[in-house]
């Protein structure tokens, strides 16, 4: 079988090799195996992490902005409604929908 690719060498810690010990022995497999395995698997997730962490601080901005468009809706049914003042519309929404 012809080998393709380069060999790494890197420490570890004696506690963080034991642990890759018995990880290995789990899984019937060697700890060159394992960290191999592990790091092919980290680099492949990573982007996809990343994705999901951009993804996750988009739908923070918008779930800001709706709160915002909903204090206004609100502010303004109860103002057109005739049921209270700008002034007291715009304190109920603060209340109810927390700092917007």
Same mark, same amino acid.
């Given at each position: 079988? #012809?080998?393709? /690719? ?21 899984? $019937? ?8 395995? +592990?790091?092919?698997?980290?680099? +492949?997730? #990573? ?13 923070? +901005? ?10 206004? $809706?609100?502010? $303004?049914?109860?103002?057109?409604? /005739?049921?209270?003042?700008?002034? #007291? ?8 929908? /927390?700092?917007?």
């Amino acid at each position: 079988m #012809e080998k393709t /690719g380069k060999v790494i060498a890197f420490r570890l810690p004696v506690e963080a090799l034991e642990q890759a010990e018995e990880a290995a022995k789990r899984r $019937a497999s060697t700890v060159n195996d394992l960290a191999r395995d +592990s790091l092919l698997f980290s680099l +492949s997730t #990573e982007s996809e992490l990343h994705k999901m962490v951009l993804k996750m601080a988009n739908m923070e +901005s918008e779930l800001s902005e709706l709160r915002r468009d909903l204090a206004v $809706a609100t502010q $303004a049914i109860l103002v057109t409604a /005739g049921k209270v003042s700008p002034e #007291e519309a715009e304190k109920f929404a603060r209340e109810k929908l /927390g700092k917007v």
